[in-house]
């Protein structure tokens, strides 16, 4: 389960304006690489939508089916809030419907050929 936590406007490159919803997963379970120690943690992810604020404003608090997991990217330059440094990423959290993801996997497409 993610639910909706805020949302945020996002300016396009030609100006444009759109919304944001930040949705965050469950409570997770994490060992500290530094320290080894077990804390808990919640993943967050942005995920665009093609909402006005008002209807971003009453979205907060919703819940509902899907993850935050894990994804591989392009390499990027990150800067820790707390103690401003800056590290390099290769992945982001981004949001996953369990439901659309099986049903993805489980459909032939056109190109491809059952063996």
Do not use: H
Not at 3 to 14: E, Y
Not at 67 to 83: F, G, L, Q, R, S
């Amino acid at each position: 389960m993610v639910t909706i936590k805020n949302f945020k406007p996002i300016q396009t490159d030609d100006g444009d304006t759109f919304y944001a919803l930040i949705v965050e997963g469950g409570v997770e379970t994490v060992r500290s690489q530094r320290t080894g120690r077990i804390y808990f943690t919640t993943r967050t992810s942005t995920v665009p939508t093609i909402f006005d604020e008002a209807t971003c404003k009453a979205a907060i608090g919703t819940s509902f089916n899907g993850t935050i997991k894990k994804v591989p990217c392009d390499p990027y330059e990150y800067t820790i809030k707390d103690t401003g440094e800056t590290i390099m990423l290769d992945y982001r959290w981004e949001y996953v419907d369990d439901t659309l993801e099986l049903v993805e996997r489980q459909v032939v497409k056109e190109t491809e050929t059952i063996k």
